[in-house]
Every structure is written in C-alpha cells, then in structure tokens.
C-alpha cells in the first residue's frame, strides 16, 4: 500500500523527500497574513522554507520528514538556492 508520500514523490518528478532529519534552526516571522518559516537542517546550508497561517511550536532540535523541491529566491539583486517545503512532519 503506497502512502501519501509515495504518491506524490510519483506525480511530481521533482520533489524530494527526506526522514529524520534533525532541525538545528527554526525561525518564524509574521508577513501580511502569513507566518513565513525558515528551517535549518544539520549538515546543510541551505535553509528550507514555507509559509502557514498560524505559528508552529518551535521545531530546534527535534527530528523532521520533510518533501520539498530546489528553488531560487532573489535576494538583494542575487540569487540564493532554498529548498520549498511542501510537506513537514515531526517524526
């Protein structure tokens, strides 16, 4: 039996997904009506981003599976490398 992952890593070709990884950064700040987060994973420098309507309880040190795709954001008149979460979950 596939879960909903399965499903989605088939459908769309360019999403990643990743099990317990250990967060060692989560931030979140109110934008309009959103509350962007960024999340920092050890052993990679490229922060991972989404965006809810409510707060979350502070991810800092706990384990993650997580799906998500690359993707580029300007920044200041350059390109960074962020990863898009599409998916997080405590695991």
């Given at each position: 039996?596939?879960?909903?992952?399965?499903?989605?890593?088939?459908?769309?070709?360019q999403l990643i997904h990743s099990e317990g990884v250990k967060v060692c950064s989560h931030t979140q700040r109110v934008k309009d009506d959103w509350v962007?987060?960024?999340?920092?994973?050890?052993?990679?420098?490229?922060?991972?981003?989404?965006?809810?309507?409510k707060k979350y309880k502070s991810l800092s040190g706990a384990r993650v599976n997580m799906t998500?795709?690359?993707d580029k954001q300007g920044i200041a008149g350059f390109e960074i490398d962020i990863f898009k979460v599409v998916r997080i979950k405590r695991s």
């Open positions: 039996m596939k879960t909903d992952v399965d499903k989605m890593l088939v459908k769309h070709d962007l987060h960024t999340v920092m994973i050890d052993d990679c420098d490229t922060p991972f981003t989404f965006k809810r309507t998500y795709y690359a």
